[in-house]
Antibody, heavy 122, light 108 residues
Framework: EVHLVQSGAEVKKPGATVKISCKVS????????IYWVQQAPGKGLEWVGL????????MYAEKFQGRVTITADTSSDTAYMELRSLTSGDTALYYC???????????????WGKGTTVTVFS | SYVLTQPPSVSVAPGKTARITCGGD??????VHWYQRKPGQAPVLVIY???DRPSGIPERFSGSYSGNTATLTISRVEAGDEADYYC???????????FGGGTKLTVL
């Protein structure tokens, strides 16, 4: 069974950078994309970006392009999301997600981490 | 950019059928996936590839299309189905994952 374990809550000041992690266990790390999804307070799910752990290729939502970097470390089966120039608008719960072993390939997610809360607060 | 439109809220009595719609331009040409999110919990995939159910999801959950609208149907609604539901597609033209705005299902 695939598990995604995310790093703990972060509190940052405006203008700072946050880097959160997502460790994958129970599957071959390079089999499926890793997605990052934002849920701001009172808002819906918003896609941040994805990484293909096999070759490190990334795709980012326009809203975050230029401020976000998503990486995958195959030596530790861990994906990372770094978000720079933080503002209060980045205060949110950030999920990583992927597909379980044997899932039909495609751009969707059937395994989710528990989420990492990022609070931007001066 | 591609937009998916969902009603903000749907209300239904227990035992009745809830239908949550997801509209998008030429949506029938895309694969639609649906997620359930309860407060304090991570999202759960309830329908993938338009109408397939992951293991563990009750048969009461089904997906369909009509014209430019995809629909998640929940039959014999239970109190435990109360949650926010999101549709999602992959927009090939922009290489972007797109989520709908979400629909809050209230069980009366």
């Amino acid at each position: 069974e695939v598990h995604l374990v995310q790093s703990g809550a972060e509190v940052k000041k405006p203008g700072a950078t946050v880097k959160i992690s997502c460790k994958v266990s129970g599957s071959t790390f390079t089999d499926y994309y890793i997605y990052w999804v934002q849920q701001a307070p009172g808002k819906g799910l918003e896609w941040v970006g994805l990484v293909d752990p096999e070759d490190g290729e990334t795709m980012y939502a326009e809203k975050f392009q230029g401020r976000v970097t998503i990486t995958a470390d195959t030596s530790s089966d861990t994906a990372y999301m770094e978000l720079r120039s933080l503002t209060s608008g980045d205060t949110a719960l950030y999920y990583c997600a992927t597909l379980s072993h044997g899932a039909s390939e495609g751009y969707y997610m059937d395994v989710w981490g528990k989420g990492t809360t990022v609070t931007v607060f001066s | 950019s591609y937009v998916l439109t969902q009603p903000p809220s749907v209300s239904v009595a227990p035992g009745k059928t809830a239908r949550i719609t997801c509209g998008g331009d030429n949506i029938a040409s895309k694969s639609v996936h649906w997620y359930q999110r309860k407060p304090g919990q991570a999202p759960v995939l309830v329908i993938y590839y338009d109408s397939d159910r992951p293991s563990g999801i009750p048969e009461r959950f089904s997906g369909s299309y009509s014209g430019n609208t995809a629909t998640l149907t929940i039959s014999r609604v239970e109190a435990g189905d109360e949650a926010d539901y999101y549709c999602q597609v992959w927009d090939r033209s922009s290489d972007h994952v797109v989520f709908g705005g979400g629909t809050k299902l209230t069980v009366l």
